[in-house]
């Protein structure tokens, strides 16, 4: 069955950087696009970019042009994705999501804190 | 970007009653419209893609309509799980956008 597995919580200060991984399996890992999606505390769904990992081609929302790089390594089947310049506003739960012409499977989420 | 507007905000319901969920596209996404819902402490669960294709394992009781920019989800009986929010989302124009979502809860 497909399952992405995400890494850790992560408490970070403000101007760091933080790498996040999504492990997945149960599928072929090549096939598929994968996006990350983050959600603020209370807030709604807000998505950053994907990645398509036969090519390493990446697509990034202009929001985050600039701070965010997403990669993958096809040995080990895991998408990471590095957030910089990190700021308060960036406290969120981030999610990576296969797509399947739809995005039909979401890891856990990994909850980032941003705090001095 | 497309800005894709829900209504109403929050939604006050019985068990047993109908629930309609409105999405509204700034532009048109044709049929690439997605519903997801949401409980606490969890990751969305896609219910319905292309506007009206129910996923795997969706109760029939969740059905949705439309294309262009006018989009519903229904709940034609509302049952205690079904609680949560719903999101609706495209992927017709970059970048992809969701709505800022939908509360259901019980009356």
């Known amino acids: 069955q497909v399952q992405l597995v995400q890494s850790g919580t992560e408490v970070k200060k403000p101007g760091a950087s933080v790498n996040l991984s999504c492990k997945a399996s149960g599928y072929t890992f090549t096939s598929n696009y994968m996006h990350w999606v983050r959600q603020a505390p209370g807030q709604g769904l807000e998505w950053m970019g994907m990645?398509?990992?036969?090519?390493?081609?990446?697509s990034y929302s202009q929001k985050f042009q600039g701070r965010v790089t997403m990669t993958r390594d096809t040995s080990t089947t895991t998408v990471y994705m590095e957030l910089s310049s990190l700021r308060s506003e960036d406290t969120a739960v981030y999610y990576c999501?296969?797509?399947?012409?739809?995005?039909?499977?979401w890891g856990q989420g990994t909850l980032v804190t941003v705090s001095s | 970007e497309t800005v894709l507007t829900q209504s109403p905000a929050t939604l006050s319901l019985s068990p047993g009653e109908r629930a309609t969920l409105s999405c509204r596209a700034s532009?048109?996404?044709?049929?690439?419209l997605a519903w997801f819902q949401q409980k606490p402490g969890q990751a969305p669960r896609l219910l319905i893609y292309?506007?009206?294709n129910r996923a795997t394992g969706i109760p029939a009781r969740f059905s949705g309509s439309g294309s262009g920019t006018d989009f519903t989800l229904t709940i034609s009986s509302v049952e205690p799980e079904d609680f949560a929010v719903y999101y609706c989302h495209q992927r017709s124009n970059g970048p992809y956008t969701f709505g800022q979502g939908t509360k259901l809860e019980i009356k």
């Open positions: 999501v296969r797509d399947n012409w739809v995005f039909d499977y």
């Open positions: 990645i398509y990992p036969r090519d390493d081609s990446t």
């Open positions: 532009q048109s996404v044709s049929s690439y």
């Open positions: 292309d506007a009206s």
